[in-house]
C-alpha cells in the first residue's frame, strides 16, 4: 500500500511549478519514492486500470521510446490503482503478445491515495476515469508540465519526449521554443520588457516580439 510522507486532501490539481508531493508505494520493481528522482528528469504517468486497450497501446510505445528518454536524462515511472499482482500478470501478457519487456517501474495505488494527492482524482468522483495525467518533474522535484488525457485517446509518446526536450532546451539557453519545435530548431528570445530594449530592432527586422536565436 502506498504511504504519503505528507498526506494531503488534494482540493485541485497540481499545477505548474508546484513541487511534486512527496510517495513512497510498492513498484514492479520494488519500492520507490519520488525522492529517488531527484537529480533526474522524471516523467510520472498515470492509468485507471491494468489490461485496457489505450494504456496497453502506450506502455508498448513507451518501452520502445525508452532509450530516447534515457539518453536525456529522463526516468519513466507509472501508476495505476490496481494491485502489484495485477501489474505483474498485465507486463506478462504484454511481453508475450507484443514482445516487449517493461522495465521501468509502475506503482500500485489500490487506495488511490497518490493519485488523490495529485489532483487527479477528487474524493466524490465516482470512478477512476480521470486518472488519465502524466507529469513532467523537473531534477529539483518540481512540476514542469502537465498532460491530461481521456479514457478513449491515446497519449503520444513522441510529444511528451519533445516537451522533456524542449523544457530542457529552455532551461539551458534561457530562450523559449515555439511551435513545433524540435532539437536544432530555432528558438525564441524572451520578449524586452522595456521601451528601449524594444526600439532596439531595426524595421527591417523580425517583430520586438518574436525574435529567434539559432540552436547551438
Known sequence: MPTMNDPLTATRAIRIGDPAP?????????ERTLADYRGSWLLFFAHPADFTPVCTSEFVSLVKAQDKFDAIGCKL???SIDSLYAHIAWLRDIREYFGVAVTFPIIEDPSMAIATAYGMLDPLAPDAAAIRASYVIDPQGIVRAVTWYPLNV???VEEQLRLVRALQAADSTGASTPEGWQAGMP???LAPVSLERAL???KDE?????RERQSS
Open 22 to 30: 512527496e510517495f513512497r508505494a510498492r513498484t514492479t520493481c520494488g
Open 187 to 189: 528558438m525564441l528570445e
Open 206 to 210: 523580425a517583430p520586438w516580439y518574436f
Open 200 to 202: 532596439q530592432s531595426g
Open 154 to 156: 491515446g497519449r503520444s
Open 77 to 79: 515511472l507509472g501508476l
